[in-house]
C-alpha cells in the first residue's frame, strides 16, 4: 500500500514539473511563433499582390459578427489601390489548407500561395509545387474568365493526378476568394492607405 502512495506521488511530482516547464516553453516560444507567422503572411502578401507596397488590415461587418470578413487592402507607392489580400481554408483532404489570394481592384486573381497545409506527401503537397502552380499561373494570364473547378468537374484546372479532392479543395478556395471579393467590393473605394509612421525623434544627452 506503501509503495503505491509513493508511487503515485511521485508521478504526481513528475506530472507537475511536466507541466510547469511546458508552460514555461509555450510562454518562450509563443510570441516567436507569432512573430515568424506575421512574417510570413507579410511575405505572401507581398507574393500574391506584388503591386502593392503597403497595406492595411480592413474588416467588412455583417450583420452577424462571427462572419465578418477581414482582408487586406493593398496599396501602391503613389496611394492608389492595388487589390486585396483574402485568407480562404478549403478542406482539403486531411483537413483544412490555409491560402493566401491576392486580387486587383477588378477582382482578378493576381497570386495565390498555400501558407499551411496537411495534404499527403508526394500528393496533395503538390498544390504549393510548381508542377501544379505553374500551369495555374499560365491559365490566368492566358484566360480571361477561367472557369475555377477541376477538368473532371467541368473546369480549366489541371487536377494533381491521384490528388483530386486536394485539388478540389484549392479551386473551392479561389472560388470563395471571389465571392468574399465580391462582398467587400463596395467598400474598397472608400479605403485609404495606411498613414506612415512619424519619425522617431530622441534628443541626444547634451
Known amino acids: 500500500m506503501k509503495d503505491m502512495i509513493k508511487m503515485g506521488l511521485f508521478l504526481f511530482v513528475v506530472a507537475a514539473v511536466a507541466g510547469v516547464l511546458l508552460a514555461i516553453t509555450e510562454d518562450i516560444t509563443a510570441p516567436k511563433i507569432a512573430a515568424n507567422k506575421k512574417a510570413l503572411l507579410e511575405q505572401a ?13 480592413n474588416e467588412h461587418k455583417t450583420d452577424d459578427k462571427a462572419n465578418a470578413v477581414s482582408f487586406s487592402a493593398g496599396f501602391t507607392e ?27 481592384p477588378q477582382g482578378k486573381i493576381t497570386g495565390v500561395k498555400i501558407l499551411s ?29 477561367p472557369v475555377f473547378m477541376v477538368k473532371q468537374d467541368g473546369g ?37 492607405p495606411p498613414q506612415a509612421l512619424p519619425a522617431s525623434t530622441t534628443g541626444g544627452i547634451k
Open 156 to 192: 480549366d484546372v489541371d487536377a494533381i493526378t491521384a490528388a483530386t479532392i486536394s485539388s478540389r479543395a484549392f479551386c473551392a478556395g479561389i472560388r470563395n476568394s471571389l465571392d468574399l471579393y465580391n462582398l467587400i467590393k463596395p467598400q474598397l473605394s472608400s479605403l485609404t
Open 117 to 145: 497545409q496537411k495534404e499527403t506527401p508526394g500528393l496533395g503537397t503538390k498544390l504549393s509545387d510548381p508542377v501544379f502552380m505553374e500551369p495555374f499561373k499560365k491559365l490566368l494570364s492566358s484566360k480571361e474568365k
Open 78 to 104: 503613389s496611394g492608389e489601390m492595388a487589390g486585396v489580400v483574402l485568407n480562404v481554408y478549403p478542406k482539403g483532404y486531411a483537413g483544412p489548407i490555409e491560402m493566401v489570394v491576392g486580387l486587383d
Open 45 to 57: 502578401r507581398k507574393e500574391v499582390l506584388p503591386v502593392a507596397s503597403k497595406f492595411s488590415q
